[in-house]
Antibody
Framework: QVQLQESGPGLVKPSQTLSLTCTVS??????????WSWIRQPAGKGLEYIGR???????DYNPSLKSRVTISLDTSKNQFSLNLNSVTAADTAVYFC????????????WGQGTLVTVSS | QSALTQPRSVSGSPGQSVTISCTGT?????????VSWYQQHPGRAPKFIIY???KRPSGVPDRFSGTKSGNTASLTISGLQAEDEADYYC???????????FGGGTKLTVL
């Protein structure tokens, strides 16, 4: 059974960098059959796609966040990471990591989510 | 790439059926059979319930079904149960190097 688990600070100061890691168990992030994605959800709002990384290391980002986002892989640890810089209160949200099937782009496994609050 | 359009809320009584629509464009929903649906209970992660427009992952009850017509996909939940009360999101592939977009979400209330 594939499991994903987000980890990282729950509180980030404005203008600093939000950094989260997703640890994957039960499957390899190098498989080539999946993308690995970050999605966020502000309180009471819908899901927002942040970006994704493929096993080759290629990435795709939401155009609205592209200038501030980096997603990367660490295959040795079976993890992928999110860095979002120059954060503001608008970046406060629950952040989910998820596995995406490469053939049909369905998000089949999700982490439980982690709340990140941007505040001084 | 624009978000997909869903009704903000729908409701139904136990045992009834409800349908949630998801309207995109000829570049995403209308062009590809890569529509997925997710169920999210409060405080929980989304759960994958439909993929490829009509297919159900293992373990998802057959009360949940998906269809598509033109640029609009639909999720129907039949035999409504109290546990179905949740938010539902659709997503669709948009082709090329664009990626998956999500609908705005629909809150299902079981009366």
């Amino acid at each position: 059974q594939v499991q994903l688990q987000e980890s990282g600070p729950g509180l980030v100061k404005p203008s600093q960098t939000l950094s989260l890691t997703c640890t994957v168990s039960g499957g390899s992030i190098s498989s080539g059959f999946h993308y690995w994605s970050w999605i966020r959800q502000p309180a009471g709002k819908g899901l927002e796609y942040i970006g994704r990384v493929y096993s080759s290391g290629s990435t795709d980002y939401n155009p609205s966040l592209k200038s501030r986002v980096t997603i990367s892989l660490d295959t040795s640890k079976n993890q992928f990471s999110l860095n979002l810089n120059s954060v503001t209160a608008a970046d406060t949200a629950v952040y989910f990591c998820a596995r995406v099937q490469a053939d049909n782009r369905a998000y089949d496994y999700w982490g439980q989510g982690t709340l990140v609050t941007v505040s001084s | 790439q624009s978000a997909l359009t869903q009704p903000r809320s729908v409701s139904g009584s136990p045992g009834q059926s409800v349908t949630i629509s998801c309207t995109g464009t000829s570049s995403d929903v209308g062009r590809y059979d890569y529509v997925s649906w997710y169920q999210q209970h409060p405080g929980r992660a989304p759960k994958f319930i439909i993929y490829d427009v009509t297919k159900r992952p293992s373990g998802v009850p057959d009360r949940f079904s998906g269809t598509k017509s033109g640029n609009t996909a639909s999720l129907t939940i039949s035999g409504l149960q109290a546990e179905d009360e949740a938010d539902y999101y659709c997503s669709s592939y948009g082709g090329g190097y664009t990626f998956v977009v999500f609908g705005g979400g629909t809150k299902l209330t079981v009366l």
